[in-house]
Nanobody, 116 residues
């Protein structure tokens, strides 16, 4: 079955950077777009970024544009989210979403906390 596992979250100071990873197994990873979402405490889950199958097309939420970069390595069945210039309001659990013709699959999330 499909498994989605995020990693790379941490406590980081404002202005810092992290690289989040999301590994997908049991899937036809290279055939589907991948997305990142996040959910801050007490708020609804919000969409962050999307990347197409080949990695040549990306799109971002306005709140992260210019600071976050989504990428993928189809040889490793992994999607990444490079997060730079972090702000306190970026504090959230970050999730990736793999969606194919059968269903949508979420991971357990990885916590990013931005605090001095």
């Amino acid at each position: 079955q499909v498994q989605v596992v995020e990693s790379g979250g941490a406590l980081v100071q404002p202005g810092g950077s992290l690289r989040l990873s999301c590994a997908v197994s049991g899937s036809i990873f290279s055939s589907y777009a991948m997305e990142w979402y996040r959910q801050a405490p007490g708020k609804q889950r919000e969409w962050v970024a999307v990347i197409n199958t080949g990695g040549g097309s990306t799109n971002y939420a306005d709140s992260v544009k210019g600071r976050f970069t989504i990428s993928r390595d189809n040889t490793k069945n992994t999607v990444y989210l490079q997060v730079n210039s972090l702000k306190a309001e970026d504090t959230a659990v970050y999730y990736c979403l793999y969606r194919d013709f059968r269903s949508a699959y979420w991971g357990q999330g990885t916590q990013v906390t931005v605090s001095s």
